[in-house]
């Protein structure tokens, strides 16, 4: 099994991954691999199996509704790649 | 001094035949002298670790402080260190400096520990080799043509080798207990949900959990206890008190009950494994455990489900690398696009990618029912054969790895079979059992780990049970000659 | 927004959803501890989760939880014993996490409805869901040349998504039905209803079909519309531009539109083309949510009286029209502040009524201020209207009193002695007048005399004039009647 390009491209743009040519062919291949691999599940019987989504069997808490965060954009905007104004700066977003 | 017990190191600390700050120092000269070879250090923290280390000094003398109180660690570089850069093994975060600390870091600052530095590791903690690292491959001090294991293996190289005395690390899929097995370490992965994972730099986060690599279950016991609690911050983490793993390591193991999944005793086990495993459950049982067969029969299907649930976790969780915020950017992006594609394009690795790309096939359209929800399915059928076998012993017990410490390089091809590595190490995860990985043996002079699998919350039993086959075995007290 | 059938071509029909994002008015954020307070520079709200730093995580309000509940409960909606949140997949740079915490499969609202009114007609609309999110940043343009900056202050603000069905079929149904839904959760306190801010926005998903058929037609999807006015005009607008495609014989896209207040018009946003894949799966930061019977009970023992059962109070325990009881509780405080009025002055509850509709709201609104910001507070009403009752004052002077409490005079006992305005009861007073104003109007008591009734007015006119209106006016028509005797009695 393995996927098309078409289908790797769809994936990756989906992801917003760029990628060259040769990673596509190499991932394609690659990504048929590993859904063969996991392709082993679809013969596991689960009909009357409820999802486990955490390991844990608990409930969410919930926070208290108070401020608790002040204002670091200093600290914050100093790792950014670009900032202006306090903003973080993007090529322009078109609406 | 680097061979020491922890609590040797704090009793020579307490009774002041070294400070806090020649013990660092020491430290901090061996990372100079060794670690060139192994890179098993992505950023050394010295000036920081000897400011840390005064003031444990003079709390000390003050008569204070606790038993970790000026003792060096090293933490694996996905734990969030204000001030410090935070690299996750990635171009991605290459220039990020955390401007916060994990919660973990947090709490061994405030019992006293002193921050070597932040070690290597796998990118974004995908791989069981530490080859896919931005900053290079680690080596395996017992053998640097070797790798140490995965994707903790910045935190066992500098403990194998005394750059550190001890490290955290993290384990999603095996990523503390293969490591620790390939270089000859006790490291522990404590139940999902012990430890706060606030300020981890997340893979998948329903499975990932942080934890510990050592000489001794001891020292794994110590630190684990400071790591361990509830944190406000983690809608996941268990509102719950933590044993007293050091009182547990005493206790008594007569009677306890020890599983062998035959499973774990397969095909693909290396004979020699096996034979240090076998010969590790018999000293446990004349130390008055008793052995019984188990079986946990949907085990094959731990690697398919582990292969898309923590890849579309992981691409959910690495979406937020964009470049716009914080980490790598693009140059001169045309247009938005364009900065996202470049920007994760450039920065992260290969491994990263097909991870990234395998979970949003897996999620996309058409596909989350077969892919996603069954996997769910079938990881609740792996945790409940976990809960079966749990009526019948204490502690499930077997190999943690199928051979011993490969090549560099020699897997790096092929992911899948590089996947199927973590065979004996995914279902803990999966069910969120506490496992962890002590010494057993030696094969060609290459460690051999043996893997403890427990109830929920029983971390002190593991402890226990790796302490008492501590007390009759010295694997855990050999190290690699070029760095004893 | 009266008669619209006309704004939609014969032989058609519309088919309108609207959701609703409701921003629930929190102190902190719906997963971090930031304040939700509006107006702040630039990112000075946005915290490390808010910013999607690694590593950090969220954790769930329970204010925000509470709140869904309460409208859930208001709408007759079925509570989710278990919701669950999920990851919503896009890369957009004002959603730092490129994903947005939201709900899709477990939902913490379901079921339930609204009855709006549009003109006579009563419909009952039903709401299909709510479900719990965080709010995105925002992109700003000014000052940026190809480029854009973004602010995430608003990023994790606390939001209920309120899905209605397909059922509105007309602009006027789906303004009817906004209005209400605003009303409703500006009452249970857990929206402040800001359309200007952005606290209450409106997606509107029109299709057209053939009157007559059944089967929907292609939607669009209409974005953010922000007043009820641009509501109105946007599904007009789309109405009509689908059936002149159609009746050319085009077919619609399912899209994504921009409405733009300055043309009334929608247009295709450029930037949402790509398929929408969201890979939504359960977020597995977060736990499931549960509410039990109890919580749910404990909620449920919060909730405020809701308009359209306070109308009804107010239609019985107050004798009050149907117009006047919606009128007075239209708004919350509106209501509270005729009911404290009511209770303060000790009855006359249709009066008070009268006060408030007429004069008080109107000099509020001449003012350009809310019921909250009132001069006159509930008590100074009341305290007028009990001089109105013990004959102080005319209901007349009453106005003018009124008029200098508003101009902050102070109260009415305060204003009717700096102003002299007591009313003169005392017959001996006004019979006084009364002798004065006949002896000065011989003209118009021959005209009395003669026959001519009307001529009573005219004094009673003149007594008031001459006692600057503070004259009890029964008292004078009773006495002018004695004086002057049955007309055409010569």
Known sequence: ?95 | ?484 | MNDTAHCIPDGWEAVIGLEIHCQLSTQSKIFSGSSTAYGAPPNAQASAIDLGMPGVLPVLNGEALRMAVMFGLAVDAEIAPVCVFARKHYFYPDLPKGYQISQYELPIVANGHLDITVGDAHKRIGITRAHMEEDAGKSLHEGFVNESGIDLNRAGTPLIEIVSEPELRTPAEAVAYMKKLHQIVVYLGICDGNMQEGSFRCDANVSVRRAGTTAFGTRTETKNVNSFRYVEKAIEYEINRQVEVLESGGSIQQETRLFDPSTGQTRAMRSKEDAHDYRYFPDPDLLPVHCGAQYIEDVRATLPELPVDKRARFERDYGLSTYDATVLTGERPLADFYETMVAEAGGEAKLCANWVITDLLGALNKAGLEITESPVSAAQMAALIQRIGDQTISGKIAKEVFEAMMNGEGDADAVIEAKGLRQITDDSAILAVIDQVIADNPKQLEQYKGGKDRVLGFFVGQVMKATGGKANPDAVNRLLKERLGPPGEA
């Open chain 2, 1 to 484: 001094m680097h061979k020491d017990s922890l609590a040797a190191l704090a009793e020579g600390l307490r009774s002041r035949r070294f400070s806090s700050r020649e013990l660092t120092e020491h430290f901090l000269k061996r990372i100079e002298q060794y670690d060139e070879a192994l890179n098993s250090y992505v950023t050394v923290t010295a000036e920081r670790a000897l400011a840390q280390a005064d003031a444990a000094d003079a709390q000390i003398a003050k008569g204070e402080g606790g038993p970790l109180t000026g003792i060096p660690l090293a933490h694996k570089d996905l734990f969030c260190t204000n001030g410090v850069r935070t690299a996750c093994g990635s171009k991605m975060l290459d220039n990020f400096i955390a401007p916060y600390d994990a919660h973990i870091v947090e709490l061994l600052d405030a019992a006293g520990m002193v921050t070597l530095g932040k070690v290597n590791m796998d990118e974004f903690a995908m791989g069981s080799s530490t080859e896919t690292s931005y900053y290079g491959p680690t080596r395996n001090p017992w053998d640097t043509d070797r790798v140490p294991g995965g994707s903790s293996g910045g935190s066992v190289a500098a403990v194998a080798a005394g750059l550190a005395p001890v490290a955290t690390a993290t384990d999603t899929g095996g990523s503390i207990r293969q490591p620790a097995a390939l270089t000859g370490l006790t490291g522990i992965k404590p139940t999902y949900g012990r430890v706060s994972r606030y300020g981890m730099v997340a893979f998948a986060s329903s499975l990932d959990q942080a934890g510990v690599v050592a000489h001794s279950a001891e020292d794994a016991a110590l630190v684990l206890q400071a790591m361990a609690g509830f944190d406000m911050r983690d809608s996941t983490c268990v509102e719950r008190p933590v044993d007293d793993y050091a009182a547990a390591l005493g206790n008594d193991i007569r009677g306890l009950k020890i599983g062998l999944p035959s499973q774990y005793f397969g095909d693909g086990l290396d004979p020699q494994v096996r034979a240090a495993v076998d010969a590790a459950a018999a000293e446990l049982e004349t130390l008055g455990a008793t052995l019984t067969p188990i079986e946990l029969p949907n085990t094959p299907l731990s690697v398919p489900t582990y292969y898309v649930v923590a890849p579309a976790e992981a691409s959910s969780n690495l979406s937020r690398f964009d470049g716009v915020r914080y980490g790598h950017r693009c140059a001169e992006p045309a247009n938005l696009e364009d900065l996202y594609k470049r920007s994760r394009g450039e920065g992260f690795g290969s491994e990263v990618k097909r991870r990234i790309m395998v979970g949003t096939y897996v999620l996309s359209h058409g596909y989350y029912d077969a892919y996603y929800l069954q996997a769910q399915k079938v990881r609740r059928l792996i945790a409940d054969d976990f809960a079966r076998a749990f009526e019948q012993v204490d502690v499930i017990l077997g190999p943690t790895t199928q051979g011993t410490a490969f090549a560099l390089g020699e897997q790096t091809d092929d992911p899948v079979t590089m996947y199927l590595n973590d065979i004996y190490t995914i279902a803990a995860n999966l069910a969120g059992l506490p496992a962890m990985s002590i010494p057993c043996g030696q094969s060609a002079g290459l460690p051999i780990g043996l893997q403890l699998i427990g109830r929920h919350f029983d971390e002190g039993r593991l402890l226990n049970v790796a302490h008492a086959y501590q007390q009759v075995s010295d694997w855990h007290a050999q190290w690699p000659e070029a760095y004893a």
């Open chain 1, 1 to 95: 099994m393995s996927l098309t390009t078409e289908q790797v491209r769809h994936v990756a743009h989906l992801a917003r991954l760029g990628l060259d040519e040769v990673q596509i062919d190499s991932l394609s291949t690659q990504l048929g691999d590993i859904l063969g691999l996991v392709d082993a599940l679809s013969k596991a019987d689960t009909a009357s199996v409820t999802p486990m989504a955490h390991p844990l069997d608990m409930g969410q808490r919930g926070r208290a509704d108070v401020v608790t965060e002040s204002d670091r954009r200093e600290a914050y905007q100093a790792i950014a790649p670009s900032a202006q104004d306090g903003l973080y700066r993007v090529p322009r977003v078109i609406e």
